[in-house]
Structure formats: structure tokens, C-alpha cells
């Protein structure tokens, strides 16, 4: 069975500090990893996905976020953050064969100036 | 639209009631998912359509609920004599087949509440 840990509910920071949201993923196949964020009071929108080749992903608005399989993990970094970064961020996993993608129970990043 | 397009984007509706969401996907994506989200309780898978295909409904949580897809498009998520409990905002999503690294699209969402 799949399963996707978020191990920070909520995030505080301040503005242009660095920012890491971290992911744990239990599967027993080979998956494929995503991140997506939730503005407020919107849809979800992808920000990365990991599928195979280099463990290093960069996604948009300069989020980026790295597989290490030996400790099952795949953490969202950003080096410097925006007040415009404050949402709803949730780590997402997939395996081949399996229908849904599933998510972890999110991380709510606050960038405070 | 370009995107994935839900309605009604806000529901209230009386307890018992019955209640149908509808889902747009992407034009030309033959996988549909609906999810659930709660409050505090994340995203909750609810079921998958993938074009003519039986569809995976291991997520539906009772069998008040239910949901069909009309010639591989639209789709609708029916809850029947609605529960307080089934308040949540209820996403659907498409991509563009079942391989399991595209892109899932998700729409805004369907926010309900029963009173």
C-alpha cells in the first residue's frame, strides 16, 4: 500500500528566508512523486513531479525538490520565500498500475514580512 | 475552457437532501477522478473513471454516493439524503490517460455544505 507523510502541518517563515516542506512516502513499487499547492480558495496546482532520471526537480516559482530513495523522501525546498508563497502545499504519490494518486494531509506555509 | 471546470462552485443544501456536482475535464483527457477534501482531513480519494473502463470506486465512502461519466466527458457525483458529515469541498480532475506520471488537472472545486 501507498502512503504519503507530511511531517509539518503548518510552516511559519518570514519573507526571503529559506523554506524546506518535507515529504515521506512508504511504497513497494517504484513511484512517481508530485508536489501541488492550493492558493486559498482555489484548485490544486502541480508544482513538480518526480519520475525518473536525475533526483534533483525543479519546479515553478523557483521551488525545487529532491528523491532520496534510501530514505523514501522527496522535500520541497525553496531558498527564498515570497508573502505570495503563503498556501496549502501537499506531497503527493503514485505507482504504476494504481489508479489514484495519493496525498499526504498538507503543509500550511505562512511567509510573514 | 482550457481547464478543469466544476458546478455549482458553492452549494448549501438541507440535510437529507440529494445533491449532483458536475465535472468538465479537459478536452480529450480520458481519466476522471473525483476527490474530497475536509476540513483537517486532507484529500481523499473518491473514484476514477478511465475511458470505457469499469470504474474504480473504492474511495466512495457509502453507497449514498455515486457517479457516473456520459460519453468518456462529463461527469456527475451524486450524494444522496445528504449528512452534515458529507460538508466538504469536492475536487475532479482529469489527464490526458492512466499513465501514472502525467500531470493530474484539478478543477476549483465544488463547495458543499449541508445545514
Known amino acids: 500500500a501507498q502512503s504519503v507523510t507530511q511531517l509539518d502541518s503548518q510552516v511559519p517563515v518570514f519573507e526571503e528566508a529559506p523554506v524546506e516542506l518535507r515529504c515521506n512516502y512508504s511504497?513497494?513499487?517504484?513511484?512517481?512523486l508530485f508536489w501541488y499547492v492550493q492558493y486559498p480558495n482555489q484548485g490544486l496546482q502541480l508544482l513538480l513531479k518526480?519520475?525518473?532520471?536525475?533526483?534533483l526537480v525543479k519546479g515553478i516559482n523557483g521551488f525545487e525538490a529532491e528523491f532520496n530513495k534510501s530514505q523514501t523522501s522527496f522535500h520541497l525546498r525553496k531558498p527564498s520565500v515570497h508573502i505570495s508563497d503563503t498556501a496549502e502545499y501537499f506531497c503527493a504519490v503514485r505507482s504504476g498500475g494504481y489508479n489514484k494518486l495519493i496525498f499526504g494531509a498538507g503543509t500550511r506555509l505562512a511567509v510573514h514580512p | 475552457g482550457a481547464g478543469v471546470s466544476q458546478s455549482p462552485s458553492n452549494k448549501v443544501t438541507e440535510k437529507g437532501k440529494d445533491v449532483e456536482l458536475r465535472c468538465d475535464p479537459i478536452?480529450?483527457?480520458?481519466?476522471l477522478y473525483w476527490y474530497r477534501q475536509s476540513l483537517g482531513q486532507g484529500l481523499e480519494f473518491l473514484i476514477y473513471f478511465q475511458g470505457n473502463s469499469a470504474p474504480d470506486k473504492s474511495g466512495l465512502p457509502s453507497d449514498r454516493f455515486s457517479a457516473e461519466r456520459t460519453g468518456g466527458s462529463v461527469s456527475t457525483l451524486t450524494i444522496q439524503r445528504t449528512q452534515q458529515e458529507d460538508s466538504a469541498v469536492y475536487l475532479c480532475?482529469?489527464?490526458?490517460?492512466?499513465?501514472?506520471?502525467?500531470?493530474?488537472?484539478f478543477g476549483e472545486g465544488s463547495w458543499l455544505t449541508v445545514v
Open positions: 478536452s480529450g483527457h480520458t481519466a
Open positions: 518526480y519520475l525518473s532520471g536525475s533526483t
Open positions: 480532475a482529469s489527464s490526458k490517460d492512466r499513465v501514472a506520471g502525467n500531470t493530474i488537472y
Open positions: 511504497s513497494s513499487v517504484s513511484v512517481y
